[in-house]
């Protein structure tokens, strides 16, 4: 066991919720997700009426009508989320080309919803790498597609393959300024982003409100709207109506598989997980913590603000009053779910996507709120901050932190 | 009589790992029992089990010749077992009396807090055993030796008769562990008997009545300090001959590599730590930096790497000025450092031993073409390093957290050794490693100091700067009291010279014949 002469430096709450966050394993994410759905199955049940109905009768009755509104929570929430099996089949059978795109939009609409979830988990997880807690995903996402929205209509006549990109490229400028800006103030005056990035959410809503109401409103409009973009400015749709499945997926994908590549294998990903895992030691190896946190936030603005712009382009066309309703705030937690790393950022933005995108027909099918899923959200968050429930529950072994102090390696312990 | 307490056959294991195997020990009343061994030997997790934090798998322990249940540290007070912990358990904005009552709080009807009773026994326990503590003093305010005895009067308040001390020196200037020993002398006279854990020869010969040396987890022998000496007892640790006096020839020094001319810096309070400062180092000599923690060491060193501008005065390396060059620039010019707290500073522990031997390299060919990381190069510049300096981990993958302190250091003295320097600023490199890992990075600095190498080697360890330096300076309240030359340097100089005082003509003149005398001989 190691002896250092002075008492280690303790490190904060956020500090030890980040390496536990990092640290779990995956069986506890795992086991983290599927506790919280059997939970939130149970809080179905119990906020059902028809089981308190079904328990005066009797007891097993409740039981039974309890699983069944389980059952039929889950079921509604797959059915809403990746299609029902038996439509398909016979929309298939029938072979009418509506029927079968009707019978496949569950599927593709989670996968619409998703994207935005992969842009703005990989903006937080970069600050996060960076060690940087960036909440301003939901402001950056609203300056996002207000730039992305203004290059989607005000510039006209270029092709679709120049006028995407830019316009993209605008999203992800607009972002990244909106990132910048916290970021140049926590590297120059060590003002905590933390603080700033919600400050600039205010200014970003309260901008974007003025921006709909009056330089970018629709004069052809009564409400306050954008004017529509240009066709060359969509992001491609692979389906006709009523799939709205576009190319933004795709791009978020390779967009992950880039931030993978610079996380990683470049040398300023280096510096930037240097900087966010030890930025004493960062210092000591010479690097430039100030380059690094200023342009770690800017990044991570960017990825936000591509998250804006891909919901104009690939699905609304234009951009209306709180269009972005907690992506922002969703992804934080997605981030962190999938331990920051881009990965493991698709793969929780996928379940979001598909449990949000289920939710909404779970709710209109079944009648279950859609709450149900903000609280399995929740509970699964709370089952991986808190590891040690999990590892109770499934009497898991203790993480390997403890056992490493008692290595007897011989020379040097 | 039965011994006081008496452990048999304890044995616990971990995962994989056989911490305790059969161990027995016997502690007879009125005694000092040191217990020695390396880091990792299993003297903590044993004393853990003493103390009730762990639970034993086989063996048991005797109080008084009674078989004791111990299962929690509850238990173990109420056998009058104590532990005072290397890290103290104390709540600096308290007084002493409040950190000495807390969990056994006297108090009058009503429930108020009876401070003037506990203070007035914290006080009879201070004079009995002569611990010097005001009870009413604010912990924060205390310095660090007068801290461990509040954790002394701590269990002497719940009247323990056996106290375990853990590495207690770890933390402690030399005229500390001097007041310490002979408070602990006083303590056994008074009829209490202590276990005394360390990895220090010197201490354990200078005020143990036992040694037990505990080696992977089993006992090794026990003896007696008049039998024993520290080349014994370093191989009974280590298990095989160590070179605790390190052989090298006089020193051949070239031009000035570090030219350091009345240098100011500031402490992160803004205070003057180091207060016009100037020295020079050569190529292929050793200036070591002695001095009492606290008197400028740690700021003279950030600003010679850079790592903190200085307010005035000049720095030059190699002819170049760096007074205000960036770390980066400064290892540029081929310098090295070995920061005094290695994981703060030195290591990014969640990365992977791989990452870490190129910390300060990653951007520069062959681990970097441009801006795309090579990291096959980096995985082969660690294969080769970590068998060249033989670090023990279990792959180059490894996050070096799981790595011991002694392999931990060794990470970082392979990276900086690896790369060709002139000039290495070496601050406390080998605080808390053990025996064998301090021989080793002995070795190594003597070795760049003989390959031409100017070196600074920062250390509090007297020892150790006696030991490989040609120059010593010792710094006091942010100056250099006096620089003396390293084969004139013993305990008693350099103890002084660290209080501040300078040792007149006569100490010299009596280092200096003794000096010749052995020379003669």
Same mark, same amino acid.
């Given at each position: ?84 099996? +038996? ?64 290059? +989607? ?174 992506? +922002? ?23 979001? +996507? ?60 | ?30 005694? &000092? ?91 009879? /326990? ?87 040396? /505990? ?30 006096? &390190? ?190 890992? &301090? ?53 008693? /100089? ?28």
């Amino acid at each position: 066991m190691e002896k250092e002469n002075k008492p280690q430096k303790k490190p904060n709450s956020f500090e030890i919720f980040l390496e536990e966050i990092q640290h779990s394993s995956w069986i506890v994410t795992f086991l983290a997700i599927m506790t919280g759905i059997i939970l939130g199955g149970l809080l179905a049940a119990i906020t059902s009426l028809e089981m308190y109905a079904a328990f005066k009768v009797s007891f097993w009755d409740g039981i039974k009508t309890g699983l069944q509104v389980a059952w039929s929570t889950y079921s509604a929430l797959f059915t809403g989320s990746v299609g029902d099996f +038996g439509k398909i089949k016979i929309a298939l059978a029938g072979g009418d080309a509506l029927e079968i795109r009707r019978a496949f939009f569950p599927f593709f609409e989670s996968l619409v919803q998703s994207t935005p979830y992969i842009f703005g988990g990989l903006a937080v997880a970069v600050g996060f790498r960076a060690g940087l807690f960036n909440i301003g995903v939901e402001g950056q996402i609203f300056i996002g597609a207000l730039t992305g929205t203004w290059a +989607g209509y005000a510039i006209t006549g270029l092709p679709a393959i120049i006028h995407v990109p830019l316009a993209l490229l605008c999203g992800f400028l607009g972002g990244a300024l909106w990132g910048f800006i916290p970021g140049l103030l926590k590297a120059k005056t060590g003002a905590s982003e933390v603080i700033n990035t919600i400050m600039m959410n205010y200014i970003a809503f309260r901008f974007s409100e003025y921006m709909l109401r009056g330089p970018m409103k629709d004069p052809t409009e009564y409400t306050p709207k954008t004017p529509v973009i240009a066709d060359t400015a969509k992001l491609y749709h692979f389906f006709q109506d009523p799939i709205r499945f576009h190319l933004g997926f795709f791009i978020a994908l390779a967009v992950a598989a880039f931030i993978y590549w610079l996380l990683f294998k470049t040398t300023w990903g280096f510096e930037l997980r240097t900087v966010g895992a030890n930025s004493n030691a960062a210092r000591y190896a010479g690097m430039s913590n100030i380059m690094v946190t200023i342009l770690a936030m800017a990044l991570s603005g960017g990825l936000a603000g591509l998250a804006g712009a891909n919901e104009v382009l690939g699905v609304n066309f234009r951009l209306v009053p709180a269009f972005s309703s907690g992506y +922002g705030f969703d992804s934080i937690a997605l981030a962190l779910l999938g331990k920051n790393h881009p990965v493991g950022v698709v793969l929780s933005a996928l379940l979001f +996507g598909f449990l949000r995108s289920g939710a909404r027909q779970m709710q209109l099918k079944a009648g279950i709120p859609i709450d149900i899923i903000s609280i399995l959200q929740a509970l699964i968050l709370a089952f991986i901050a808190a590891p040690a429930i999990i590892r109770t529950i499934y009497r898991l072994k203790e993480s390997k932190i403890k056992e490493e102090e008692f290595t007897l390696s011989g020379w040097g312990g | 009589m039965a011994p006081i307490l008496e452990l048999r056959g304890i044995t616990k294991r971990f995962p994989g790992v056989l911490a305790n195997d059969h161990i027995n020990l016997t502690l007879e009343k009125g005694e &000092i029992h040191a217990l020695l061994g390396e880091n990792g030997a299993g003297k903590t997790t044993l004393m853990n089990i003493l103390y009730g934090l762990y639970n034993q798998d086989e063996g048991e322990i005797l109080v008084n010749g009674q078989k004791a249940e111990i299962n929690e540290p509850t238990d173990a007070i109420r056998a009058g077992i104590g532990m005072v912990h290397q890290h103290f358990m104390l709540i600096p904005v308290f007084t002493v009396t409040e950190n000495v009552m807390l969990g056994e709080e006297f108090t009058k009807s009503g429930g108020f807090l009876d401070r003037a009773k506990a203070a007035n026994r914290v006080r009879e /326990i201070s004079e009995k055993y002569k611990l010097n503590v005001d009870p009413n003093a604010y912990v924060g305010d205390l310095p660090v030796g007068t801290q461990q005895r509040v954790e002394i009067i701590k269990l002497l308040f719940r009247d323990a008769d056996v106290l375990i001390m853990d590495e207690p020196t770890a933390v402690l200037t030399p005229q500390e562990v001097e007041e310490l020993f002979k408070i602990m002398r006083f303590l056994v006279d008074q009829g209490k008997s202590i276990i005394f854990i360390t990895h220090k020869l010197g201490e354990v010969l200078e005020c143990s009545d036992r040694i037990t040396v /505990i080696r992977g987890g089993k006992v090794i022998g026990t003896t007696l300090p008049k039998d024993a000496s520290t080349k014994k007892l370093a191989a009974m640790m280590v298990g095989r001959d160590v070179e605790l006096q &390190i052989k090298k020839k006089k020193a051949q020094t070239g031009d000035v590599v570090l030219d350091v001319q009345d240098l100011e810096v500031l402490n992160p309070q803004n205070q003057i730590a180091v207060d016009g400062v100037s020295f020079q180092v050569k190529a292929g000599e050793v200036l070591g930096v002695a001095g009492v923690q606290g008197n400028g060491q740690t700021e003279l060193v950030r600003a010679l790497t850079g790592l903190l501008k200085p307010v005035d005065g000049k720095i030059s390396i190699l002819g170049q000025e760096t007074t205000n060059a960036t770390p980066r620039q400064i290892t540029e010019l081929g310098s090295a450092h070995i920061p005094e707290d290695r994981q703060k500073d030195g290591l990014v522990l969640s990365f992977p031993v791989a990452d870490n031997l190129v910390l300060n390299t990653y951007y520069q060919p062959p681990f970097a073409q441009g801006l795309i990381a090579q990291h096959d190069k980096v995985i082969e510049n660690s294969l080769n390093l970590v068998e060249k300096f033989d670090i023990r981990t279990p792959s180059v993958t490894t996050t070096v957290s799981a790595l011991s302190g002694g392999n931990q250091q060794k990470v970082i003295v392979a990276r900086e050794f690896s790369r060709p320097i002139k000039l290495l600023i070496a601050s406390q490199p080998t605080r808390g490693l053990d025996v064998g890992s &301090i021989e080793y990075i002995h070795k190594r600095l003597i070795e760049k100091r003989d390959e031409g190498t100017a070196i600074v080697l920062v250390s509090t360890e007297l020892d150790e700067v006696i030991q490989l330096s040609d120059r010593i300076a010792v710094m006091y309240r942010g100056k250099i009291i006096d620089t003396i030359d390293g084969s004139l340097a013993n305990k008693e /100089i350099l103890g002084l010279l660290m209080a501040g005082i300078h040792p007149d003509e006569d100490t010299y003149a009596r280092a200096k014949s003794k000096k010749e005398q052995i020379v003669l001989t």
